[in-house]
């Protein structure tokens, strides 16, 4: 395992890059993963736009804020310098714990202040330069461009969506020791969590900028299940503990062809340091296998079905991938006495709400023709 991109690169092409010992083997592949959805969201809705279902629009320009543009780029370059210049000039102090000084309080005062005022004064002649706006000029806007911005709400609310869903389901860890939300903010993060917040904060800013609601899901259930896909990737190969229970059962002669690994797994040099007595199902390296396969799918007959219904059929994949996945999964039991975890009520949740949403996007297509 490879609890950062340095030991990967190591171990895989025996090269040295110790800048690369701050990247999170895991945050790497979310990024990745972030980087694969955004760009398969912009070719649908460049798509959608091309065949006219969705559309431009024109907004009035407006003269930015002197104040707020100096406040936002001091803040910036203020980061960059008290964190990344520092860090840059100590290296070998953090490298072991990145996550820790970035959240610490410990940093460069100097190289703050420097950067942003280099930051606020490229601001002042940047704005001095513009051409000043008439009377009634506009700009268009098209749907695909909103994709930086829908990417970082995305992550805003899906982090925080993951976050909350995490706790509520170990709620007992949360009021024994309520710290435990601020003292690693970057672990502890629930996949529905995730989707429910990242849905709910891309549908709210997709309707604000006129983006009709159910072309934004189907726009959005394909790419979200490849970047889950790729996601999962990341979990595998730093041993996040997201893994399955122990496999001591052994492979079957017809998969003699599968690698020992692929079926049961020891994930050495975790993330978490943990040494695991027995080997388990690595059920990450099953789900990044499913999810791609399901993408591809959805891909496929992404031109088929009328507005809606691509998501559900996507919300109905999802909801049995990982129902099944449940099954050899570690994860503990929702409530005293029963033996479904969140994640599979979650899941059931989820396929009768995609059977029942494409009975109901289909009758409301149906009325539309009649």
Same mark, same amino acid.
């Given at each position: 395992?490879?609890?950062?991109?340095?030991?990967?690169?190591?171990?895989?092409?025996?090269?040295?890059?110790?800048?690369?010992?701050?990247?999170?083997?895991?945050?790497?592949?979310?990024?990745?993963?972030?980087?694969?959805?955004?760009?398969?969201?912009?070719?649908?809705?460049?798509? %959608?736009?091309?065949?006219?279902?969705?559309?431009?629009?024109?907004?009035?320009?407006?003269?930015?804020?002197?104040?707020?543009?100096?406040?936002?780029?001091?803040?910036?370059?203020?980061?960059?310098?008290?964190?990344?210049? %520092?860090?840059?000039?100590?290296?070998?102090?953090?490298?072991?714990?990145?996550?820790?000084?970035?959240?610490?309080?410990?940093?460069?005062?100097?190289?703050?202040?420097?950067?942003?005022?280099?930051?606020?004064? %490229?601001?002042?002649?940047?704005?001095?330069?513009?051409?000043?706006?008439?009377?009634?000029?506009?700009?268009?806007?098209?749907?695909?461009?909103?994709?930086?911005?829908?990417?970082?709400?995305?992550?805003?609310?899906?982090?925080?969506?993951?976050?909350?869903?995490?706790?509520?389901?170990?709620?007992?860890?949360?009021? $024994?020791?309520?710290?435990?939300?601020?003292?690693?903010?970057?672990?502890?993060?629930?996949?529905?969590?995730?989707?429910?917040?990242?849905?709910?904060?891309?549908?709210?800013?997709?309707?604000?900028?006129?983006?009709?609601?159910?072309?934004?899901?189907?726009?959005?259930?394909?790419?979200?299940?490849?970047?889950?896909?790729?996601?999962?990737?990341?979990?595998?190969?730093?041993? $996040?503990? $997201?893994?399955?229970?122990?496999?001591?059962?052994?492979?079957?002669?017809?998969?003699?062809?599968?690698?020992?690994?692929?079926?049961?797994?020891?994930?050495?040099?975790?993330?978490?340091?943990?040494?695991?007595?027995?080997?388990?199902?690595?059920?990450?390296?099953?789900?990044?296998?499913?999810?791609?396969?399901?993408?591809?799918?959805?891909?496929?007959?992404?031109?088929?079905?009328?507005?809606?219904?691509?998501?559900?059929?996507?919300?109905?994949?999802?909801?049995?991938?990982?129902?099944?996945?449940?099954?050899?999964?570690?994860?503990? $039991?929702?409530?005293?006495?029963?033996?479904?975890?969140?994640?599979?009520?979650?899941?059931?949740?989820?396929?009768?709400?995609?059977?029942?949403?494409?009975?109901?996007?289909?009758?409301?297509?149906?009325?539309?023709?009649?």
């Amino acid at each position: 395992m490879y609890p950062t991109l340095y030991d990967a690169i190591l171990d895989i092409f025996g090269i040295s890059i110790p800048a690369f010992k701050i990247v999170m083997m895991f945050g790497f592949w979310v990024a990745v993963a972030f980087l694969a959805a955004n760009w398969v969201m912009t070719l649908e809705l460049k798509r %959608y736009e091309k065949e006219g279902k969705i559309s431009a629009t024109k907004l009035p320009k407006v003269a930015p804020n002197p104040v707020i543009e100096y406040i936002t780029n001091g803040i910036i370059g203020f980061i960059f310098g008290f964190k990344l210049v %520092y860090l840059a000039f100590n290296f070998s102090k953090h490298a072991g714990n990145p996550q820790g000084f970035l959240l610490s309080g410990e940093g460069s005062w100097l190289f703050g202040i420097l950067l942003a005022l280099a930051f606020i004064t %490229y601001k002042f002649y940047e704005l001095r330069n513009e051409k000043p706006i008439e009377d009634g000029e506009t700009y268009t806007v098209h749907p695909y461009m909103l994709m930086g911005n829908l990417t970082l709400v995305a992550a805003i609310s899906g982090f925080a969506g993951a976050k909350l869903f995490h706790h509520l389901e170990y709620f007992s860890q949360l009021v $024994d020791d309520p710290m435990v939300l601020f003292r690693d903010p970057f672990s502890g993060l629930t996949y529905f969590g995730g989707l429910i917040g990242g849905g709910i904060g891309v549908l709210w800013y997709a309707s604000k900028n006129g983006i009709n609601w159910k072309s934004m899901l189907d726009v959005g259930g394909p790419a979200m299940m490849l970047g889950y896909g790729i996601g999962r990737m990341g979990c595998h190969m730093s041993g $996040d503990g $997201d893994w399955g229970v122990e496999n001591l059962a052994p492979k079957p002669g017809w998969l003699n062809w599968l690698p020992d690994w692929a079926w049961s797994y020891s994930y050495p040099n975790n993330v978490h340091g943990l040494i695991l007595e027995n080997p388990v199902w690595p059920t990450p390296l099953y789900e990044v296998i499913m999810a791609l396969i399901i993408f591809g799918i959805l891909w496929s007959i992404r031109k088929k079905f009328v507005p809606g219904v691509l998501f559900c059929i996507y919300f109905i994949f999802a909801g049995m991938e990982r129902f099944l996945i449940e099954k050899i999964r570690v994860n503990p $039991d929702q409530f005293d006495g029963v033996a479904f975890t969140q994640a599979e009520l979650i899941s059931m949740t989820m396929i009768v709400a995609g059977i029942a949403g494409i009975i109901y996007f289909s009758k409301i297509a149906k009325n539309k023709s009649n």
